[in-house]
């Protein structure tokens, strides 16, 4: 195959402010201590059989727990979880968990968190390492389902729906 040149990161990134997503918190568990980051590369992949995916980049520490735990949970937060969506993505990750409302995942132990519109417990099915990051896929074993609005990140700032 021919080799092209790539475009710079920054001229990237800059594209990628132009992509309107939906916010998750990735979570997940191993031997007892729980862990989570903010997500926004989230997407269905399949119905039949159920699978999404998620991208986590290598360096962090959640990606850390997933590959000891292969399993984990997204949250698909809802637009009055902003302050929750800044909070799990940075530095301090020993506290990120206080004074939230949490519950353990029924199938996996991964917190799910109250007040999300949804949460989705999964097993890593395939996990694809590509540049810095690790595409997971997961099965999803179980949906619990909330209600209301959802957060959305756009040209690097949290929105909201309107009309
Ligand atoms: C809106 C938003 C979206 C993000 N999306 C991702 C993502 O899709 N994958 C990822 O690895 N990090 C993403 N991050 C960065 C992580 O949340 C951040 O690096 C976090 O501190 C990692 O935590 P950990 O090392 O404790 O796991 C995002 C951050 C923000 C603010």
């Known amino acids: 195959m021919q080799s092209l ?6 001229s990237f990134k800059g594209a990628m402010r132009a992509w ?8 997940s568990v191993v031997d007892e201590q729980i862990h989570g980051m903010t997500v926004s590369a989230f997407s269905s992949v399949s ?3 159920p699978l999404v995916l998620v991208c986590a980049n290598q360096a ?11 399993v984990f949970a997204v949250n698909l937060l809802a637009h009055h979880q902003d302050a929750l969506s800044t ?5 301090d990750a020993a ?9 353990p995942g029924e199938r996996t132990g991964a ?22 990051h690790t595409i997971y896929i997961g099965e999803v074993l179980s949906v619990r389902q909330g209600d209301g609005e959802p957060l959305v990140y756009f040209d690097g700032a949290y929105r909201k729906i309107s009309g």
Do not use: Q
């Open 111 to 132: 917190p799910l968190l109250d007040g999300s519109l949804c949460s989705l417990e999964c097993r890593v099915r395939n996990r694809h390492p590509e540049g810095t």
């Open 60 to 70: 962090s520490t959640t990606h850390e727990v997933i590959e000891s735990a292969g």
């Open 20 to 27: 309107a997503s939906g916010v998750t918190i990735l979570t």
């Open 47 to 49: 119905a039949v059989p």
């Open 87 to 91: 909070r799990f993505a940075m530095g």
């Open 5 to 10: 040149p790539l475009v710079d990161p920054d």
């Open 95 to 103: 506290h990120r968990f206080e004074d939230v409302p949490w519950t």
